[in-house]
């Protein structure tokens, strides 16, 4: 964790007149020197996401200020840890009365640690006033305040503009001046209690695991400390929640979302009664679902086997997981490596975060020496860096060491040039999103060669259009997959699986995956041929050649159902089959006849949110494989990017460390605009060249 001290002069409650304040970590967080009765610790965050709330201070972190005599807190964002000794790990309803300076607030979001419920985002507009001051009272109906945000904190507000989706022209401001909690004691305290003492193997051996334990009133107990801990952001804790972040949630069988991992036993002291237990490993694992009853002064002892729905490794295929950050010191590998295992990734990216003014996630080595292996699974070091909104966030693995040049942290070219020596793989993520302005980058480096992969599943999200526009064009790239935890999934949500053959090494892995040997999944598992060619492979035929395809894709039952399986022919479903057989899979086989050359691949769905596709394969009659019909429109699309390049200035409220990077991204790009402008002119030829061609 990179801590930087910040000494700042305050106007302080107690007396003092100066404190010095610190701002640290991914989220910027800053500790603020407010005191209210019945609160502990009041904070302020550049970004976060606590309890469905997705704040992003665009304009600068919270401080406190004096308002009319008041000792009041100015910002967008703001973390509250109720003191425990007044209340901790309760349900029950709860009162708590905002006072805002009304001039400079025009209203607020909460959210809070609520029982059952992982998100809670409500939305509170004032009435038109001419008042100084406005005061808001706000129930919170099952409280829990179990230290479960961020920084271990109990609920958050933010100003109105002060979301991911907020109007970054906005102000970002409430200026708040008193909190009043009030309980309702209404908490019942269990008195009886008995033991689940819990053993999960598959086969022979232990085996880590995530786990949900939910009682007869849908909580889950907090975990012991025989659960992992996990490394999100800063804070480690103990259990985290998959988040809806996009249409549907990931399937959970459970309504309250959070869980916990262990590393194969699990023993606990909980209130009797009845409780359901939830175990899962990944998609290649059936789920577990048990009913407990938990008497007084009696152990339950259970033992779980886990059962597999498939077993890819021994197909050849392993799982990847392109975008995870978690700081690792060498003590720290164990742990990750646990996490990584219950949910049943093979390779894991780790990646140290950079900007134009700090890194974050670090890693405390590259290359061999920042491996760590256990059986098949591995931790591996990468770098999502550079990484900007000017041209876009970057990820690049397996990489030797790192080279971050600050003379030259927008020249991406250079940089992915030298991880390409290293033996890396560069290319650039979000673009399943379209976020930081993607397309900038994509425009000017794909047609040079310098891009290897493009992370097209997301979040749930697969999105296809940049990159079926540059593979139609005729460039090659690898689709990835990452989880991007802990700000989007849950480690290993979103991945890749790669066929790596035979003996699996780290190195074949990568290896298999610069042959394009892969495909992007939430789920569902695809096979792909072209007259016994699979999935990457490069097809010189003679026109008029006959192609057989044959494809097929299945789905763990307990995810859900499959939908449709898609043939895609230069972006376009030439044809799809959509009724699964019982084993929720689906087949499909279709001939055709080559003229001109070009690219194919499948995609399969879910009825609700299962989603993946595969790498092309790539048909060649003699001219290259992109399609011709589109090449003067796609050309002129990117030339668009590249025009938006040339006027394009840096805006400091589009960076996710807006309280940071400005000054250097500013001074930077005025020195280095240059180079980016003489290299999106060598994209801009090679696009104008494809338009004399036609």
Known sequence: MNIRFIFLVWPLMLGSNALAHEFSGAHGTLLLDWKVPGISRVLSSGYGDSFGMEAWARKGLGMPVEIAGRQCIEGTYF??????????????MVDIEFLFARPQSAGFNISYDQNVIPENVRAINFPASEERWHSHLIRLERARFANRGESGTDFVITAPDGTWLGDPKEEHKVVLCDVKITRSHKTVLPK???KLQLTVVDGEQLSPVRIGLYDEADRMPLPTDNALTIRNYDDRTKQIFLRK???TVPPWPHDNRFFFYIDGRYDTDLPVGNYELVITKGPEYRRELISIQILEGETSVLEVELSRWSDMPALGWYSG???????????????ISLIMRAEDVHITNLLQMGNPYDTNFN???????????KGKHTLVSGVEDPRTAVRGHTISMNIKEVFRPMDRYLRYDQIFAEYRKQGGLSGFAHVAGRLFNVERGLA???PLGAVDFVEILQDGVLETELWYDFLNLGFKLIPMAGSDFPYLSAPGGERNYVYVGGDYTVDGYYAALQEHRTFVTNGPILELSVNGEPMGSDMLVSSGDQLVVVAGASLNPDIEELDRLELIVHGDVVASVNLAAKDNSLTLRHTIRAGDGFWLAIRAYGIDQAVAHSAPVYINTGSGFENSTLVSDLARRMLGYLDDVAIAQPDVTEELEAWSVGENLESMFVQQRLHILERAEKARLVYARMLDRL
């Open 192 to 194: 009886k209690f008995g």
């Open 444 to 446: 000017i480096d794909v």
């Open 321 to 335: 997981d392109d975008h995870v950050h978690m700081t690792r010191t060498p003590a720290d590998n164990e742990p």
């Open 79 to 92: 973390l509250f840890d109720i003191d425990d000794e007044f209340m901790f790990d309760v349900d029950e």
């Open 245 to 247: 972040t996009h249409p």
């Open 363 to 373: 890693q405390y080595a590259f290359g061999r020496d920042g491996r760590y292996q």
